[in-house]
């Protein structure tokens, strides 16, 4: 399965998971979360900094998200938690 990077104007595909977020924080700029204003790398460390930190509902205020955004992003985190090996991506990092 190739993944692609899901940035905005990038579409860049790896064949890994792992190289997919290490390339999404490393050759993106890093994004201010509107919750809490910590600096966090784009994409996929992004939307897991504030599922993980904040409440959904937070979330949905901060961002002007609905209900399906919320359900998008839930799921790409399941789907990439399921496969990625999260210590390798830290190594990198």
């Known amino acids: ?5 899901g940035i905005e104007g990038c579409g860049e595909t790896f064949e890994e998971v792992e190289s997919t977020v290490v390339h999404q924080a490393t050759e993106h700029t890093r994004q201010e979360c509107k919750v809490c204003g910590t600096v966090v790398p784009d994409g996929y460390l992004a939307i897991r900094h504030v ?3 904040h409440s959904r509902a937070e979330y949905v205020r901060a961002y002007g998200a609905d209900s399906e955004d919320v359900r998008t992003r839930e799921e790409l985190l399941t789907e990439i938690e399921d496969v990625a090996d999260m210590q390798a991506i830290v190594q990198q990092l």
């Open 1 to 5: 399965m190739a993944w692609e990077c």
């Open 51 to 53: 599922f993980t930190e």
